[in-house]
């Protein structure tokens, strides 16, 4: 009896079941991939003597990664698209492309109004937050209207410390004042039009523009 010739299988022949279903989906499979995909339509012994078969007869790609095998069917074997499907695929790939583009943004968005979301406070924070501040400002109101009375007596130890404390944060102040000044000058030296203009589209105030002097005394007008 001779030697049967291939491609005369039965439809339910497991190897042409893989051959058609690896030629169809045209990726890459494990056995067990196929077996699973196939949903029991053919055993999984069949299905991995079936890839065996097909790779020795050079019907599919047999590639081991591991200790697993990876099966393709042949490219050369697929029909080659016409001009006009190519098109389509490129007209599909550029629809696609956009989509995934607004989907990103949409993310993007979401993402942000999220995480405005989350750092907000809840009302339970902000009542608790709300009953903490009027705590501090009825201390403060009281501590005030004992200066303004002169029912509290500062000692003169207490005087020279809060001087030094004011001194040095007014020292801190022209330091910052100058370091801002300085790089403002850098920065805008070689850019057209008005300094002032530029610095009050972008939300910069000074203290020369807020009417504040840091010469001021900080009590002066409560007492």
Known sequence: MGK???????????????????RKTNRPYSAV??????????????????LSSL?????????????????????????????????????SIGR???EIGGLKEEIKQTQAALSGLTSSLTNEQIETRLVELEQENQKLSTRLEGLRSNT???SAQDKKRIEAGLESMRSQWRKRKRMFKEMWDAV??????????LMEQIGIETDESVGVDINRDPVEGLL
């Open 188 to 197: 805008t030296e070689n850019m057209p039009g008005n300094r002032a203009d």
């Open 96 to 98: 696609l492309k956009e």
């Open 4 to 22: 049967p010739k291939k491609n005369t299988a039965t439809p339910q022949d497991p190897q042409q079941v893989v051959l058609h279903y690896l």
């Open 33 to 50: 991939d196929v077996f699973n995909n196939l949903k029991g339509e053919i055993g999984k012994t069949l299905v991995t003597k079936a």
């Open 55 to 91: 790779v020795e007869e050079q019907q599919v790609h047999g590639k081991q990664y591991g200790k697993q095998w990876v099966y393709v069917a042949k490219q050369d074997d697929l029909p080659a698209p016409s001009q006009s499907e190519l098109d389509e695929m490129d007209g």
């Open 152 to 154: 509290i007596q500062m």
